[in-house]
């Protein structure tokens, strides 16, 4: 207790964008807790007020929708940030310091044309990458190395099926909120196997 006195408040941890350089984004419910504000949120209009404020509508979000304010004032640390690739669920979790950002289906590589597992690093991104091999679109765009890269598709409701690519949903923009959450360097785990009930 008294140790705690010391060290002051315990920091909130704190959600960065790689689209809104320079910026740190707390959860606003454990904000509005420390800070004893009253947060009200309508589910049917999403939009919050904050000590009977209007919250701004452009305020990001995590994945699930939970609402996030700027830090500003409040105490906060910004952990490192890390994603895992889980072929065997086909589904991708990505956490930046202990808060879960976002946890989304994705279809990864197909029988013959298997997402390779192991340990990378997001490198280049864009908004809209055009494979040298098949010539497709590839909009969202992260890339683990060479040819295989992490981007957005329709195709990613019936498991495995890319050319070993990790597909994520354009349906409820998981890959735009992916593309702007990650920052270039951020240690991406691929792990598992495509799961055999998949022969595609």
């Known amino acids: 207790m008294f140790a705690a006195l010391l060290l002051g408040p315990v920091p909130l941890d704190a959600i960065t964008f790689d689209s809104r350089p320079g910026k740190a984004f707390v959860i606003a419910r454990q904000a509005a807790d420390r800070m004893h504000w009253k947060l009200e949120y309508d589910s049917v209009t999403r939009l919050a007020q904050l000590n009977g404020k209007p919250m701004p509508v452009d305020l990001p979000k995590l994945f699930d929708g939970t609402l996030l304010i700027e830090t500003k004032e409040l105490p906060y640390r ?19 310091g202990n808060v879960v950002t976002i946890n989304t289906a994705i279809s990864s590589g197909r029988r013959l044309k298997d997402t390779p597992p192991g340990k990378y690093r997001a490198g280049k991104k864009e908004r809209m990458h ?7 679109k590839m909009p969202y765009s992260v890339q683990l190395q060479g040819n295989y890269f992490v981007h957005g598709s329709e195709q990613t409701s019936f498991g495995p099926g890319s050319h070993g690519c990790v597909r994520l949903p354009m349906y409820n923009d998981a890959a ?4 702007e959450w990650v920052s270039p360097e951020t240690p991406i785990t691929v792990q598992g196997k495509r799961p055999m009930s998949y022969t595609k």
Do not use: C, E, H
């Open 78 to 96: 910004i952990g490192p940030k890390r994603v895992l690739v889980d072929l065997t669920k086909q589904r991708i979790t990505a956490w930046q």
């Open 130 to 136: 055009i494979s040298s091999i098949y010539g497709s």
């Open 176 to 179: 735009q909120w992916f593309f």
